[in-house]
């Protein structure tokens, strides 16, 4: 452990919290991990190994678990908050008497707000207002393959270019390379709707569509993500980078994407709480779906990929249909 470099707080001792958890710590920062389930920590703390998560893979000296979510707060430099995007708002509403507002917050979470549509950092400004430094990173990232210092890059957008730089530097080592961006939005929107997407390509192969179907979704599932987050002035860049097409193609083609596993499940004729269930994890897209189709509906923008996919989860539309409906629109110009 470095004492010259900041101490770090980790929140969400799930696959994706932990891995960015250690490789900050094998980057030599003091990192600390709490989770909502005090339980899970527990064992955590005892095997030096997240058995539930990331099996195998062990803690270094430096990652610390602890169930006190004071004390994790309290000793940090700044803050990582990995929950998944139903847990956002109140663990910042938890945060929010513990640590003081001049403090750095960091999000790696994907998607929206369940209820209110809201993009994360509208619900940090929200219920953080007086909090000016924060970030969000995210790219093509598979937990298992950053647990296990495979090669990875990614991107951080920070209201500050010195946050974003803060951020990049932390994570940087020989295994990780991070680009800094000012496009929170952008960022936000490209991890968001990749969800979606990836659950669209995962039926496609689960109804045994094949390749040219697959690519035929990537691509126009990119022009959707394009259109929304153009409108919400977004940089097209950065739907071009890491943390859009990179994450898409990522989660598209990959049966690590647990959204991409959902479709597949869908594709091949079981229900929706049965493939949740047997997925075990956190599925973004599945809540994410809805409120993307919301915000596309008020900003006026057309993503019929993602309201087909809205359509399979929520209303029963049968996926083989979806698709056929898909192909068979009004012919227009690609772009
Ligand atoms: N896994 C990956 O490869 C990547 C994931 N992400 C994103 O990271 C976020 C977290 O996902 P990931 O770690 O994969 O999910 P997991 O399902 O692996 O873990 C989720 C963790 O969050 C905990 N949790 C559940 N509900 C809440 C809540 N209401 N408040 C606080 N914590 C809660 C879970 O506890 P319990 O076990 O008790 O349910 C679990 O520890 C998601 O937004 C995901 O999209 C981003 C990039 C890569
Ligand atoms: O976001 C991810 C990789 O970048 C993980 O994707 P899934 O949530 O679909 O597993």
Redesign the pocket.
């Known amino acids: 452990m470095r004492a010259d470099l900041p101490s770090i707080a980790v929140?969400?001792?799930?696959?994706?919290?932990?891995?960015l958890a250690l490789q900050l710590a094998r980057n030599e920062h003091a990192v600390g991990l709490w989770?909502?389930?005090a339980e899970?920590i527990r064992h955590i703390q005892q095997a030096r190994v997240n058995h539930?998560?990331l099996p195998n893979i062990a803690f270094p000296d430096q990652l610390q678990a602890e169930p006190e979510l004071a004390r994790v707060a309290q000793q940090a430099h700044w803050h990582l908050v990995?929950?998944?995007?139903?847990?956002f708002r109140?663990?910042l509403l938890q945060l929010k008497d513990l640590i003081p507002n001049t403090a750095s917050i960091c999000w790696?979470?994907?998607?929206l707000e369940l209820n209110t549509g809201k993009l994360l950092h509208e619900v940090m400004n929200e219920v953080l207002p007086d909090f000016s430094q924060y970030a969000v990173v995210?790219g093509p990232?598979?937990?298992?393959e950053v647990a296990k210092g495979l090669p990875t890059a990614m991107t951080v957008a920070a209201t500050h270019p010195a946050l974003a730089q803060q951020i990049a530097a932390a994570f940087h080592g020989k295994n990780y390379r991070v680009y800094t961006s000012d496009d929170i939005v952008g960022v936000e929107l490209g991890?968001a709707v990749k969800?979606v997407l990836a659950i669209a390509a995962g039926i496609s192969d689960g109804l045994g569509f094949g390749a040219n179907a697959r690519a035929a979704l990537i691509t126009r599932g990119l022009a959707e993500m394009m259109r929304l987050s153009l409108h919400l002035q977004a940089k097209p860049e950065t739907l071009m980078g890491l943390a859009g097409l990179g994450d898409l193609v990522l989660t598209c083609t990959d049966d690590?994407s647990?959204n991409r596993r959902l479709g597949l499940a869908l594709g091949q004729g079981q229900d929706l709480q049965t493939a949740l269930a047997a997925i075990g994890?956190?599925v973004?897209g599945a809540k994410s779906a809805h409120s993307i189709g919301k915000l596309a509906e008020r900003a006026g923008v057309e993503m019929p990929i993602c309201q087909q996919v809205t359509r399979i989860l929520y209303e029963g539309l049968p996926p083989r249909q979806a698709v056929q409906e898909l192909i068979s629109r009004d012919l227009k110009a690609e772009f």
């Open positions: 929140y969400g001792a799930g696959s994706w919290g932990t891995a989770d909502i389930d899970h539930r998560y990995v929950v998944p995007s139903h847990g109140s663990l790696a979470t994907k998607g995210s990232t598979f937990a298992l991890g969800n690590q647990r994890q956190a973004e």
